[in-house]
């Protein structure tokens, strides 16, 4: 459920109308529900209520200050994909004990910040990475609480730039090489071996992959029990899906808990969970305004002043995202056409060969599910300022990112001579 709806045939954003948004703050804006962000997260945490568990919201799925600002202050702890997050989550007041720090890739200096920030568990991707955070524990003079990224080898059934867990993806430790690590680990003299972390994907819409990867973690993890290795903490990652078409459901939040709670009867585990889309996903909306409707031979393209920069989705998954027409009118035709950016690559569209209003020229548009992986994703292709980021608290609303200014963009550019310029040494 979210607070974006029709009424007297405008859409509002709980209580401010997007029209009057876009009058002040121009177009293309990003536009969050802080009602919608705060019922999601309580939705989830009352799925998980029965059972011991920390929400860690996935920050990369929106990280704008306020949004996490709001989340921390419903009890949100967060999950961590970057010595950015980190300072993001800081900047909230998030303690270090709400925090888990995922990503292959994580440099020595973002592990040296999570160490002194004492995050609750390092996600360790491979035996590498682990040796590396031994090394820097030991440095700093303490213990890394760990927790071992298994990859489980389990089809999410999700489009194939965001699956996670299967063995040709980069992620985790392949599921046979996990018992070895966690021997390995136990030797450590820095390492702390607290959990188990496993994510196998993003906008997943059945639970059977969730449940299975579950059970095959829980194998290990009695496996484990059994050479003396009790694990603390269960982190099953994010993923569950929302709904983006309304012609189909993914399951609600409290299917999900009851499907995995099942398996996990019987052992004493906290669980963690990751979710990000579901909270964030259906919580914003991009504005965007037609700048121009263009014939060309049998096609009709409405043109907006939104790009794939602004939402890059519809080009790298050719996901589906609503659009509706902010202000409504009754009788309207509809047509079949193609909702497009100004960027140049035929991959710049929101919408190919849909069904939608009759639109006009100058006309607001509101393009749904933005919410998440939306404003993170964006950049700045073909020198456009990012969109503006508001959002709403009953009938007010703050703009929380300023438009960018070509002065942003620009700044950090220089010709060369006036650039600082290094000599080709000598050969
Ligand atoms: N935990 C880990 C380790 C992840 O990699 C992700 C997402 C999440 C949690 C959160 O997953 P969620 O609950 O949001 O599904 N840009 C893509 C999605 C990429 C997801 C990456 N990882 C999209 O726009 O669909």
Not at 59 to 68: F, Q
Not at 241 to 257: C, K, N, R, T
Not at 315 to 333: C, K, M, N, S
Not at 366 to 390: D, H, K, L, Q, W
Request: hydrophobic share 40%.
């Amino acid at each position: 459920m979210d607070h974006f709806h029709y009424l007297d045939d405008r859409i509002y954003c709980e209580e401010v109308a997007l029209d009057q948004i876009a009058e002040a703050v121009g177009t293309p804006f990003f536009c969050y529900s802080e009602k919608t962000l705060c019922h999601h997260l309580s939705v989830f945490q009352q799925a998980f209520a029965k059972t011991a568990h920390l929400i860690c919201y996935s920050v990369k799925a929106n990280s704008n200050l306020a949004v996490l600002d709001v989340l921390a202050r419903n009890g949100a702890g967060f999950d961590i994909v970057s010595g950015g997050e980190l300072e993001r989550v800081r900047r909230v007041g998030c303690p270090g004990n709400k925090i888990v720090f995922s990503g292959v890739g994580k440099t020595r200096e973002e592990i040296r910040q999570a160490l002194d920030h004492g995050v609750l568990m390092f996600n360790v991707e491979s035996r590498s990475e682990l040796y590396r955070i031994d090394t820097l524990a030991g440095e700093s003079g303490v213990k890394a609480p760990v927790a071992l990224r298994i990859n489980p080898d389990v089809d999410p059934k999700t489009h194939p730039h965001i699956s996670t867990g299967l063995k040709r993806n980069k992620f985790g430790i392949p599921y046979h090489n996990a018992l070895d690590l966690y021997r390995d680990a136990r030797r450590l003299p820095h390492i702390q071996l607290v959990g188990l972390d496993c994510h196998i994907g993003s906008q997943l819409t059945i639970l059977s992959p969730f449940v299975d990867a579950l059970k095959r973690v829980l194998t290990l993890v009695s496996t484990l029990k059994r050479e003396g290795i009790d694990l603390q903490y269960l982190d099953l990652g994010g993923g569950l899906g929302i709904p983006y078409d309304q012609s189909h459901a993914p399951p609600l939040p409290d299917h999900y808990a009851s499907a995995l709670l099942k398996e996990l009867e019987g052992f004493d585990l906290t669980l963690i969970l990751e979710p990000g889309r579901v909270i964030a996903g259906n919580a914003g909306v991009l504005v965007t305004r037609v700048e121009y409707i263009k014939d060309n031979e049998d096609k009709r393209f409405v043109i907006t002043d939104a790009g794939m920069n602004d939402l890059m989705r519809p080009a790298l998954y050719d996901a589906y995202h609503g659009i509706q027409p902010v202000v409504r009118r009754f009788g309207r035709e509809e047509e079949m056409v193609d909702v497009v950016g100004p960027i140049c690559e035929s991959g710049d569209f929101f919408a190919r060969d849909r069904l939608l209003p009759a639109f006009a020229e100058g006309e607001l548009l509101a393009i749904r599910s933005a919410g998440a992986y939306g404003f993170v994703m964006s950049g700045n292709y073909n020198t456009r300022p990012r969109a503006a980021e508001v959002m709403v608290r009953g009938n007010r609303y703050a703009i929380i990112r300023r438009r960018e200014t070509l002065d942003d963009l620009l700044r950090s550019e220089s010709l060369f001579d006036k650039g600082q310029s290094w000599p080709q040494p000598d050969v």
